[in-house]
């Protein structure tokens, strides 16, 4: 049977138990801060039903019509944290078009509507002891949550953050406050091209016993992974972006292609993603 | 309690909503009970499997949204095994929509999926006929006639005709489907369009041009939907950028006897279970006893002026 025949999973007749696992609601905006001149970070108030998430999701974004900015369709968005304890849901974003501007003027205590959590998260397999976490840019927020998961599960964390210039690393103090080891890399002081990571990284499998990667944020540094993990029989997973309609499932907006066993297939990043396996990643 | 119940034809449908095809997919089940619907349609499928076209294949312009998605399709054989007893569990008939590249094609296509559980077929005839240089079959009614008339004799299944509004022969197209034996007309799919960006000079969709949908395609839908119902005596379901139930009370009072809700599913997800409520409320705040109660009910004493200042 060739591949595309195989790529929708059974769980998507899971939805015969008619209950809702992916909800839309109204969320109230906390707090919106500027964290760097670039990045936002946004806590909203959310209900129960939206906080049962796993690392690696995503939700779908209906940002404010403004003077500026009239975005017509939803913005997918990454998770930064979520904390069912104190009802909170943040997102960490860099405000760079139509959808992150309109967002970027929410003020506390107005409604931003919101749908998920959606999307297949990362798996943290048994054997993957010794993880290697490598982010970029504003894939540095999509591993935060990872982190936390990653310390819960005492795990044992080397967590390698690169960004343009040091004031644009983010996540940092969240990735130690997880008692990760924290490896800043920048293009600034010449730290961050794939030669040098390459070396530290090969440097961190013997030194560390790395045995899991997982990154997001840059298509370098997923292709430079994917290398060496293929050189150290190292799994991973990748979190991946890409231009989204629905964000469920149904428009076939976002797919990809990917390597499966047998031959390529077209996947939805959107459903079967946003994290994939890392060699999967073409 | 009013009436929310709509006839297409022998289908008695519990409400007039209902999704659009290839806006829907068994994942809304994870949003929303599917059986609040009047009808479930699916996604357009090919008897063969198809890759559909390169990304970006949506983009959003100022109120509405441009797609070339281009009928991925899985096949059929996969869709039957598959898709149509997942919706075997709800009480609302399916609707499969079908696609083929030719009028022989499509009424092979017709006779194979024709199976327990599939309510009706939707006949996507907005897409190119390879046969007529490319040329979508609803564009012409020639065409039209050709093409529904062999689904008829391969299908006793109600066959709903979609209309493009790609074309200047709307009334004639509609009579065309119905004299060949459509049973209900939807219109419209979506209208060709496209967008550049003007910073970079690219075109913003992967396969150049795309179709139109959401808020700001209403007008144009609701103008054929309006055409249609007058011009033909089988039902019409309106379909074109409904997102409120301002936006369905127009259509049903054009003379749609049901409604697709399609892009606004995508901007809120739990669009049609609000239409359905919101609908309900409003046909009882004006104490109408049934949706059949609004049905064709447009006022239009004027319209010989309009015609003769539009001509």
């Known amino acids: 049977m060739p591949a595309s025949l195989c790529v929708v999973p059974d769980s998507i007749f899971a939805g015969t138990s008619r209950q809702p696992s992916i909800h839309e609601v109204e969320a109230r905006v906390k707090t919106h801060e500027w964290v760097n001149g670039q990045y936002r970070l946004l806590v909203l108030a959310a209900p129960a039903s939206v906080l049962d998430c796993e690392p690696g999701q995503f939700f779908h974004l209906l940002c404010p019509q403004t003077d500026r900015f009239q975005p017509y369709l939803r913005r997918p968005m990454s998770i930064y944290s979520y904390d069912q304890m104190k009802g909170e849901l943040a997102f960490l974003y860099k405000v760079t078009g139509t959808g992150t501007g309109a967002m970027a003027e929410l003020k506390p205590g107005e409604s931003l509507n919101i749908v998920g959590p959606l999307g297949q998260g990362f798996e943290i397999r048994p054997e993957w002891r010794r993880p290697l976490l490598v982010a970029r840019g504003v894939g540095l927020a999509t591993l935060a949550p990872l982190a936390r998961e990653c310390a819960q599960l005492g795990r044992p964390l080397t967590a390698i953050c690169s960004a343009r210039s040091p004031d644009l690393l983010m996540s940092t103090d969240l990735f130690r406050s997880c008692g990760a080891e924290v490896i800043t890399v920048t293009d600034t002081d010449g730290t961050s091209s794939v030669e040098n990571l390459t070396a530290l990284i090969e440097g961190l499998i013997h030194s560390r016993g790395i045995d899991a990667f997982f990154t997001c944020g840059s298509a370098r540094l997923l292709r430079m992974l994917q290398e060496i993990a293929a050189r150290h029989g190292i799994g991973g997973q990748a979190a991946l972006e890409q231009h989204m309609a629905c964000g469920i499932g149904m428009c076939q907006a976002c797919v990809r292609p990917f390597r499966r066993e047998d031959g390529a297939a077209t996947l939805r990043v959107c459903r079967e993603g946003p994290v994939f396996d890392l060699q999967e990643v073409l | ?311």
């Not at chain 2, 590249?101 to 009424?107: L, M, P, S, V, Y």
């Not at chain 2, 359905?276 to 319209?303: C, F, K, W, Y």
């Open chain 2, 1 to 311: 309690m009013v009436d929310l119940t709509t006839k297409i034809g022998t289908l008695t449908l519990k409400n007039p909503i209902m999704p659009a095809s290839g806006t829907f997919s068994e994942e809304l089940a994870e949003v929303f009970d599917l059986d609040c619907l009047g009808a479930h349609v699916a996604k357009t499928i090919t008897r063969a499997k198809r890759a559909g076209n390169p990304v970006p294949r949506v983009c959003e312009v100022n109120g509405a949204m441009l797609n070339s998605i281009g009928i991925p399709s899985k096949g059929a054989e996969w869709f039957l095994k598959n898709i149509v007893p997942f919706y075997a569990d709800y009480e609302a008939p399916l609707v499969i929509s079908i696609s083929a590249n030719t009028a022989d094609e499509f009424a092979h296509f017709a006779e194979e999926v024709g199976v327990p559980g599939v309510a009706a077929i939707e006949v996507n005839i907005s897409c190119p006929n390879i046969e007529d240089d490319g040329k979508a079959f609803a564009m012409r009614p020639g065409p039209t006639r050709d093409v529904i008339r062999k689904m008829r004799s391969a299908t006793d299944l109600p066959l709903w005709a979609k209309l493009s509004p790609n074309t200047g022969e709307v009334v004639e197209v509609a009579q065309a489907a119905e004299a060949a034996g459509a049973d209900a007309l939807v219109t419209a799919n979506t209208m060709l369009a496209m967008a550049i960006d003007s910073r970079t000079g690219r075109v913003r969709l992967g396969n150049v041009m795309g179709g139109l949908s959401g808020p700001a395609l209403k007008p144009i839908a609701l103008r054929m939907t309006y055409q249609c119902a007058r011009a033909v005596a089988i039902p019409v379901i309106g379909c074109g950028g409904i997102s409120t139930v301002d936006d369905v009370l127009e259509y049903l009072i054009a003379g749609a006897r049901a409604v697709q809700i399609g892009t606004a599913t995508f901007i809120s997800p739990t669009t049609m279970p609000r239409l359905v409520r919101e609908l309900e409320q409003e046909l009882e705040r004006r104490v109408l006893p049934s949706v059949d109660a609004l049905i064709g009910t447009v006022d239009n004493a004027d319209e010989a002026i309009t015609l003769a200042e539009y001509a």
